[in-house]
């Protein structure tokens, strides 16, 4: 349906300069092809666009919180600033440092950004508008986010400074300890929603009683772990200890400048878009509304699922704002001592509520 | 079916393009005026005595070793967890003698003190 409104629309648009007839010679015969590339530029540039305001929100809320007005030189209320700095990095040197890799040294932020954007290939936005609706998706996305550490630990090794090595190292350990409590995590909504496809997984969170049928209510202890454990994952302050600027000076992009350091930026910023949008999918419930009456479920689903993303993220910013960075020993600790501890006692307590009749979810 | 993961595929190259494409044009459009200072490691001001690559803490391996047991546990659970209401009451219990194995390894290392980071 949609897709014949876009070929209309291009039909019409490219009328307009006389060019639609040698265009459509050109491009018809890999049409689905052309189109899926369409749909992923439609998810790729919000998400960048998505990116550049975040931060900028970013240091709005961080600034309010602190007493200031944050950004605003810029265009109105300090808008363009996002732009701006992304066109200053963009005319800044990439210094490759002489001692280091310089193959691994280039490729360590593509392997970064690559996997960050992948991941978004299927994650439904709202009913149906999925790129890839695969039964295996929440695999996928666990597999491409686990990519994203070899982004870091090669980027720490190929510098061959020491702050770069020690930052990777740690912040290696630190992203595979909480990715296993994210694992069990994700058993738990499993479990409870018997599939691995994430449309089906909200459309299991559908029920009568609107925002008690999602699954942060049975599973609110592994909601908790999944975000704690995402926050942990983006390196992401209280748990940024792999760019500890008074220890380890930038830790694992220390010796990155310009482009290739804005490569490591946007992966971290839409790995936290992507954690956002995973915690609603799995726990809030997507695209459905929180009371499914009159004025609530009339509103398009993909609004909620923008407001519970928006949601999430504003807690990842009022987090950085409110508490000091953890110690490694403390971060460590948090990781095995607690949450796998926790999680794998939820993940029995869940399967053998599923045993008893009074399982409702 | 296979043909659901073609436009995942596209999405990947996509993504290496994303990366790919800014390194290309940065290095067309900003400066490139390399010296020997600029070009060496970050060490706060002085000449790199040694080479970065020292030697670290051995726990980082056990963290990394740990990992594989427990990512392999997840990887177990994962078929598991989506047919557990099929395979009801024994597929239940199967697990939980396997998850008891698991635990009674994660206390010993805990007892170990392999968590141990001070």
Not at chain 1, 169 to 184: D, T
Not at chain 1, 280 to 303: H, R
Not at chain 1, 307 to 331: C, E, H, N, V
Not at chain 2, 70 to 80: K, Y
Request: charged content about 10%; proline content about 5%; glycine content about 8%.
């Amino acid at each position: 349906m949609m897709e014949a409104q876009v070929l209309q629309f291009l039909q019409w648009f490219w009328n307009l300069f006389g060019f639609w007839d040698s265009l459509w010679s050109l491009v018809g015969p890999a049409w689905p092809l052309v189109w899926t590339l369409l749909k992923i530029v439609a998810i790729v540039v919000p998400v960048m666009l998505g990116v550049a305001y975040l931060t900028y929100v970013e240091r709005k809320v961080l600034g309010y919180m602190q007493d200031r007005v944050g950004p605003n030189r810029v265009g109105p209320y300090g808008l363009l600033q996002p732009i701006a700095d992304g066109v200053k990095l963009f005319m800044k040197e990439i210094i490759i440092p002489t001692g280091s890799n310089k193959f691994l040294f280039i490729a360590a932020p593509i392997l970064s950004i690559a996997p960050a954007l992948a991941a978004w290939a299927v994650v439904p936005f709202a009913d149906g508008m999925v790129l890839a609706n695969v039964n295996a998706g929440l695999l996928y996305i666990l597999a491409m986010t686990s990519l994203g550490v070899y982004g870091i630990i090669i980027a720490g090794w190929a510098s061959n400074s020491k702050y770069a090595f020690l930052g990777a190292i740690r912040s290696a350990a630190q992203i595979v300890s909480y990715e296993l409590a994210m694992g069990f995590a994700l058993v738990c909504v499993l479990l409870a929603a018997q599939s691995m496809n994430l449309g089906d997984i909200v459309r299991g969170q559908h029920g009568n009683y609107g925002m008690l049928n999602w699954y942060f209510i049975p599973l609110f202890p592994m909601f908790v772990v999944y975000f704690i454990a995402g926050v942990a994952e983006t390196n992401r302050s209280p748990f940024d200890l792999a760019e500890d600027e008074s220890v380890i000076v930038a830790g694992f992009h220390t010796e990155y400048s310009g482009m290739s350091f804005a490569l490591f930026f946007l992966a971290e910023y839409a790995n936290m878009i992507l954690i956002a949008a995973l915690s609603s999918v799995l726990f809030l419930g997507g695209w459905l509304p929180p009371v499914d009456i009159a004025p609530f479920n009339q509103i398009p689903g993909l609004f909620w699922m923008l407001g519970k993303m928006s949601f999430i993220l504003f807690l990842f910013l009022w987090l950085r704002a409110t508490f000091p960075r953890y110690r490694y020993d403390q971060l460590m600790r948090l990781g095995w001592k607690v949450f796998i501890p926790l999680t794998l006692v939820w993940v029995v307590v869940v399967a053998a509520w599923m045993q008893t009749p009074y399982w409702l979810w | 079916m296979l043909e659901n993961y073609f436009p995942v595929l596209l999405f990947i190259c996509v993504g290496l393009a994303v990366g790919v494409v800014p390194l290309v044009l940065g290095r067309l459009a900003a400066p490139h005026r390399p010296d020997s200072a600029k070009l060496s490691p970050y060490e706060c001001g002085f000449e790199a005595f040694e080479d970065a690559r020292m030697k670290f803490d051995v726990r980082y391996y056990l963290v990394a070793i740990l990992f594989i047991l427990f990512d392999l546990e997840i990887a177990f659970l994962f078929p598991w967890a989506i047919v557990l209401k099929e395979i009801g009451l024994f597929g239940f219990l199967s697990m939980m003698v396997f998850l008891g194995i698991l635990v009674v390894g994660f206390i010993y290392e805990w007892m170990k003190g392999a968590l141990e980071w001070e």
